[in-house]
């Protein structure tokens, strides 16, 4: 695709693009005259939405008109994939004919009937009716207040602080006293830069118990220095060395400091100090970017320790000395201790103890959960209110916990984004081995060919991509089973939105003629009635219950 070189494209159009470049499709294409003018406004038209295609995204979460358009956008593009379905089909088709041009098969034969109409009649209108499609969603773009070529801006979440209001934290001493445990061990390690990594999906307290670390008072007696620096995705060495100076006491202000008077000027105030440095929200996996800020460090007294916090198990691997430290949910009973304290103030109304018992179970031991819904929740006193909220999903009760899981997913590769969205066709708590994933991923066209490896083994690495950035949890070390904790589940089904439809029970009959993937459960009456307005619908998926 050299004329889409340097262009990021959306994971949605990503697999349209490489298809209508391959040479297959292009010489078909041309040797069936199919009018080449027309494609090329579809791909420009493709290539129009994509530029605001990542804001989109963004905006959906709190603008119901831009999810709306979105929704109309990918529907587009999947019409458009169905129309390249039946160009491939028709393409292979044609091999089939000149290859057994002396034998008509009975199959060819049925299927000529239904092709009365030349092919190139009938395809082509399909493709201008896709095109003015888009076309109108074009022209609504500059409506929705959309923004061209966002493409992930990290500063969107504030930046994190060694600040804490420990008064508002359950259930996480255990977890303190073992990573200041393993602080204090270093000095006798023999290690002169300890570096230890908490790692954990999103939402889940990583930097709450880094900040109890931080600010507690042993730690504070046992360390000369501390400093805490936020990271975020882009790792910018320059920004990071300047926040840890600035956090050990020392001035870096002044126009035209370089990176290398910043570093100098680190190294004379760590050396001979034995000090922690935080580093929160590590999402850059950069090994040369490490090396470099880790430079002025080395000059650090014995003990000296870096705990760094990240979702990422392939960040924390560039980086550590010793094992991870994996955290874990919080347990339901300090859950629901934390939900307390934030929705009833230290005071249980009896009439909601039973409503909110089920708040703090959907939350599944995330700590962000239960605070987000906590506080929704406290200005209401009334059971129906609570039903109500309680019914409804859980991205309709807050934008906050949206983010916190959502920017797992928004700096996914694109190659993985759809890969991942894909997997709310499973239903909540489901366990699956990678080797049933990868078969779906493979059946669905979603694993990029490779010259050196087989489809099984790029299936392979994307798999353990996404359990590396914890967005895949295993659950048995003996079977190699994994799963997806439901609000992670959640995030991926909004992404994926009505286009894949879980069919649970006999009450969630809601497929649309945009539903795209469907999933039945095996104890489901079979009537499937309701599948009939699914038109386009490219899987039909039974799960068995584990």
Known sequence: ???????????????????VASREFVYFFRREKLDQALLNKLKMALLFVNVVFEDAEEKQVVNPNVKEWLDELKDAIYEAEDTLDEIDTEAKLRELDAEFHTTKSKVRKAISTSLKVPFVKKIEPKIKQVLDKLEYLVSQKNNMGLKEGVQGNPSERLPTTSLVEESGICGREDDKEKIINSLFSNDVSGNKLFVIAIVGMGALGKTTLSQLVYNDECVKEHFDLEAWAC???????FKV????LEGVGSSANGDGKTLDWLQNRLKESLTG??????LDDVGNDNYINWEVLTNPF???????????????????SVMQTIPNYYLKPLPEKECWSLFVRHVFRGSIHPELEAIGRQFVEKCKGLPLAVKTIGALLRSKVDADDWNKILKSEVWDMSTEIIPALRLSYKYLPSHLKRCFAYCSILPKDYLFSENELVLLWMAEGFLKKSKDKTMEQVGH??????VSRSLFQQHNVYDFKFGMHDLVNDLAKFVFGQFIFRLESVNSLQVTSKTRHLSILENIPKTFEALYEAKGLRTFLPIFLN
């Open 241 to 244: 060395t300047k926040a840890i």
């Open 461 to 466: 690495d994307y798999f353990f991509d996404l």
């Open 298 to 316: 080395r000059f650090g007294a014995q003990g000296s320790s870096v705990l760094v916090i990240t979702c990422e198990e392939r960040v924390a």
């Open 273 to 278: 100090k034995k000090f922690l440095l935080v």
């Open 231 to 237: 990271i975020s995705d882009d790792f910018d060495v």
């Open 1 to 19: 695709m050299a004329d889409l070189a340097g262009i990021v494209l959306s994971p949605l159009l990503q697999v349209f693009f490489e298809r």
